[in-house]
């Protein structure tokens, strides 16, 4: 049955209430697209903090995303001076999402691309949302899933190269689909 203009009106009434009532959110998402290693020449999707965190004020054509040492960024990092400027890839654990990105922020990171530490996980993302500190962090956080950060990892290793150099954030809307090269592992 197709509901007739009456009907349509109430649907559009009812439903920003029951989003109100529910918390319904859809999931924002960032590009970025990984330009070295080229056997990781793929766009990946990430998904920004809920509610602590920067935006991205300025498109990087050519940045690198440091994996940090030790990878859950809980404490002092032993490679900080190469993630200054720069963006910082993290593994989640440890400690909250907040004082992770805190620590790549005193370090003088740009931003941080936080990986799940469930390296099967390619198509669960996990809202990152503020912990009880109060604290406040001012660069971006995003959400990466587990089987990207892995794999990103694992061709850094593979390479021996101390970062990848990436172009964040993507536009994908500008980008044919045919032409959008997204990561072959990740369910979609």
Request: with cysteine; glycine share 8%; charged share 15%.
């Amino acid at each position: 049955m197709v509901p007739g203009a009456a009907g349509w009106c109430c649907l559009v009434l009812w439903l920003p209430a029951y989003v109100a009532a529910h918390g319904l959110r859809i999931h924002d998402y960032l590009y970025f697209q990984v330009l070295s290693p080229g056997d990781i020449r793929y766009i990946f999707t990430a998904t920004p903090a809920k509610d602590f965190g920067g935006i991205f004020h300025t498109r990087y054509e050519q940045i690198h995303l440091v994996p940090a040492e030790p990878s859950e960024a809980c404490g002092e990092l032993s490679n900080g001076f190469f993630i200054q400027d720069q963006i910082a890839l993290v593994e989640r654990g440890g400690c909250s999402f907040l004082s992770k990105t805190r620590v790549v922020q005193e370090h003088g990171g740009r931003a941080v691309i936080i990986s799940d530490n469930a390296v099967d996980n390619d198509s669960f993302y996990v809202e990152m949302i503020q912990d009880s500190t109060q604290r406040t962090a001012d660069i971006p956080a995003l959400f990466l899933l587990g089987r990207d950060g892995y794999m990103i990892r694992r061709s850094l290793e593979q390479h021996g190269l101390p970062w990848a150099i990436i172009s964040i954030p993507v536009n994908v809307t500008s980008i044919p689909t045919f032409e959008l090269l997204q990561p072959p592992w990740t369910f979609w």
